[in-house]
């Protein structure tokens, strides 16, 4: 997994009611818990708080052959209400 000093680049889905987001976002671990900051979302994405927790066994190293970075990809759902 990622050092605490580092901040990986995530993409991870958000659920709020019916429709479906997915947003990009930095990795920090606080406490032994982890969190998503949000840095890109859609604009039609409603109001999100500017920390997500995520859980840590859902996360995935991904490389973007593309842009040549390594990111994470989060498998679960954030639901928002």
């Given amino acids: ?5 580092e901040y990986p680049l995530v993409v991870f889905r958000v659920r709020v009611s019916r429709e ?21 979302m859609p604009d039609e994405c409603p109001f999100l708080p500017d920390r997500i927790r995520l859980e840590e066994d859902d996360l995935e ?16 759902w954030v639901v928002a209400f």
Avoid at 1 to 5: E, G, V
Avoid at 20 to 40: I, S
């Fill in 1 to 5: 997994m990622f050092r605490d000093s």
């Fill in 20 to 40: 479906q987001f997915t947003l990009k976002g930095r990795l920090q671990r606080e406490g032994g818990v982890v969190y998503a900051t949000v840095e890109e």
């Fill in 61 to 76: 190293l991904k490389h973007d052959a593309a842009g040549g970075e390594d990111y994470y990809q989060y498998h679960g």
